[in-house]
């Protein structure tokens, strides 16, 4: 099993970004998935400087994939959204079906994201048949889930899966994805001229009960758990299972460091964990 960085969710500075993948750069991660998925409205990384990191990256031995959006709201985010198929270069992760079907149309393999519903094996295969090479598989979904659709293929065909399986094992989970963004409301701005607040939550917006319980993240159009899922205690039985890569979605620059150890030591404890999906239950939960 190997380790894969997830695409930053969160709206960085230019110059925050770059030191973020040059540290990437320099580490040990083998896998490295790059691009904006939550919000279109966030410029400060563009496509070109997007491509040059990917550049930067696979120069160092990474295996780059270009993510896309996860929600597309406008004919404009279609056109970024070819730009990045059409790139020439690298394969992408395809977070909205509209970015499989581009990716169908000129045969290009792709990763097929989490926020995308695959929910049985049948669909799973589909997509398959269609260039995914690999899945991440959807967070609200079980181990009980995944060995159930491993062991349905070695009943049918003899054999493994014949595309890969990914994790999201350690980050803030992306719950949903809203036309409204809920950072610029806080602020009492419109959507339309949101002045890209973001940019000063780092990590999104705490949201709490009015018992002060964390509940929930805010990060613009996205809504994240408050706790970050951490299964890096089941790592041998994936091992076991056959997932092919563990997942860190990143929210800080410690990310990298974490993300490069992950694999041989457990991270430090967090104040909020949580790993109730993985075992069918309240996501929220940690057992």
């Given at each position: 099993?190997?380790?894969?960085?997830?695409?930053?969710?969160?709206?960085?500075?230019?110059?925050?970004?770059?030191?973020?993948?040059?540290?990437?750069?320099?580490?040990?991660?083998?896998?490295?998935?790059?691009?904006?998925?939550?919000?279109?409205?966030?410029?400060?990384?563009?496509?070109?400087?997007?491509?040059?990191?990917?550049?930067?990256?696979?120069?160092?031995?990474?295996?780059?994939?270009?993510?896309?959006?996860?929600?597309?709201?406008?004919?404009?985010?279609?056109?970024?959204?070819?730009?990045?198929?059409?790139?020439?270069?690298?394969?992408?992760?395809?977070?909205?079906?509209?970015?499989?079907?581009?990716?169908?149309?000129?045969?290009l393999p792709f990763v097929c994201g989490p926020?995308?519903?695959?929910?049985?094996?049948?669909?799973?295969?589909?997509?398959?048949?269609?260039?995914?090479?690999?899945?991440?598989?959807?967070?609200?979904?079980?181990?009980?889930?995944?060995?159930?659709?491993?062991?349905?293929?070695?009943?049918?065909?003899?054999?493994?899966?014949?595309?890969?399986?990914?994790?999201?094992?350690?980050?803030?989970?992306?719950?949903?994805?809203?036309?409204?963004?809920?950072?610029?409301?806080?602020?009492?701005?419109?959507?339309?001229?949101?002045?890209?607040?973001?940019?000063?939550?780092?990590?999104?917006?705490?949201?709490?009960?009015?018992?002060?319980?964390?509940?929930?993240?805010?990060?613009?159009?996205?809504?994240?758990?408050?706790?970050?899922?951490?299964?890096?205690?089941?790592?041998?039985?994936?091992?076991?299972?056959?997932?092919?890569?563990?997942?860190?979605?990143?929210?800080?620059?410690?990310?990298?460091?974490?993300?490069?150890?992950?694999?041989?030591?457990?991270?430090?404890?967090?104040?909020?964990?949580?790993n109730g999906y993985w075992h069918q239950t309240?996501?929220?939960?940690?057992?």
């Amino acid at each position: 099993m190997k380790t894969s960085l997830g695409p930053l969710q969160y709206c960085w500075s230019k110059e925050k970004v770059t030191q973020f993948y040059q540290q990437v750069a320099e580490s040990s991660i083998p896998v490295v998935y790059l691009g904006e998925t939550v919000c279109s409205r966030r410029r400060q990384v563009k496509f070109a400087d997007y491509l040059a990191l990917a550049h930067m990256l696979r120069e160092s031995g990474k295996e780059v994939i270009l993510s896309t959006l996860a929600l597309l709201e406008a004919p404009s985010e279609y056109t970024e959204l070819k730009k990045q198929v059409n790139n020439g270069e690298f394969i992408i992760e395809a977070n909205d079906i509209g970015a499989v079907q581009a990716a169908k149309e000129i045969g290009l393999p792709f990763v097929c994201g989490p926020t995308i519903n695959n929910y049985n094996l049948a669909t799973l295969k589909k997509l398959h048949q269609w260039g995914m090479q690999r899945f991440v598989m959807p967070i609200e979904l079980s181990k009980s889930w995944l060995t159930s659709v491993i062991e349905a293929e070695k009943t049918a065909t003899g054999a493994p899966l014949p595309f890969e399986i990914e994790v999201l094992g350690h980050g803030y989970l992306p719950l949903a994805h809203s036309a409204r963004c809920f950072t610029a409301k806080q602020q009492n701005l419109p959507k339309d001229n949101c002045q890209t607040v973001c940019l000063s939550h780092s990590k999104g917006l705490l949201a709490q009960t009015q018992d002060q319980q964390p509940l929930l993240r805010i990060n613009g159009i996205q809504t994240q758990s408050a706790s970050q899922i951490d299964l890096s205690s089941e790592i041998a039985q994936m091992k076991q299972m056959g997932v092919n890569y563990f997942r860190v979605s990143p929210s800080s620059l410690k990310s990298v460091e974490l993300a490069e150890n992950i694999l041989t030591s457990k991270p430090e404890s967090e104040p909020l964990t949580c790993n109730g999906y993985w075992h069918q239950t309240a996501g929220l939960v940690q057992l």
